[in-house]
């Protein structure tokens, strides 16, 4: 997990790096060395404004909002007690006013992160399998997964976002753009992460009620209109997008879900 940990922040480190050179070539480029300086200068800002406000962002984008008490107190509860089981600081928690199930963790690090779920995770999910995508949620957390996420998931959101700006060009955009976004995403994050995050959470939880509420989150997409940002696809526990859309494609970082539950079956995620 140490290992994970670090191994994620090397990757944060990185994407900032390369951000950072591209940004003063391009300045280069455009006026010299000065403007190079001012570019690289202007990453270095962006990247500290993704590190700091970035989970806040995501929220935003995904309709997401704080989470009363009131609303649910067991899912208050079933967090503090898995996040004292993984040793890491209870989440702040988000509700998103949608009847399609999902849930995601975006933020920092063990120390600083949210947890959003949506009223309809809520109440298609057992007590026990709710507990369990909480603890593969969480995991993530104490990983730092969540950091590489939020910084990945941003980042693609916005390019994919930026190429609807050029009207009549938003095509060529798009197509030069998506393959971008889609090679810093699968950069940053591993098919191996969602497996790690599976058998840490089966050692706390009960692998069957993960394996049924991933089952359970997967034929959702059969029932229930989802729509959201293809770049979003790293943040849930299962790919909720069209198998067949083009664009959803390139950026799934999740192993096929038959594999995934056949592992917790067995009891060998």
Known sequence: MRRRAAGNVVKAFLLVTILTLLAAGAGRLVGGRHTASLFAFSALLAAAAVYWTGD???????????????????????????????????????????????????????????????TGLLHALRREELDAVIAHELVHVRARDVLTQTFAVLLAVTLIEASRMGGWLSQALLFLLAPVASAFTHLLLSQRR???????????????????????????????????????????????????????RMFRTHPALEARVARLRAGTP
Not at 60 to 83: H, K, Q, T, V, Y
Request: aromatic share 6%; net charge negative.
């Open 56 to 118: 806040r962002v995501l929220l935003g984008m995904l309709g997401a909002r704080p989470f009363a008490l009131a609303e649910n107190p067991l899912l208050r509860s079933s967090s503090d007690r898995i996040a004292a089981a993984l040793a890491i600081t209870p989440p702040k928690l988000a509700l998103i006013d949608d009847g399609f199930p999902r849930a995601f963790v975006v933020g920092r690090g063990p120390r600083s992160s949210t947890l959003a779920v949506s």
């Open 194 to 248: 969602e497996l790690a995050a599976d058998a840490v959470a089966a050692s706390i939880c009960d692998p069957h009620d993960l394996a049924d509420a991933l089952l359970r989150l997967d034929r959702a997409a059969e029932l229930v209109q989802f729509a959201a940002s293809p770049a979003t696809e790293p943040l849930y526990a299962v790919d909720p997008f069209d198998p067949d859309d083009r664009l959803a």
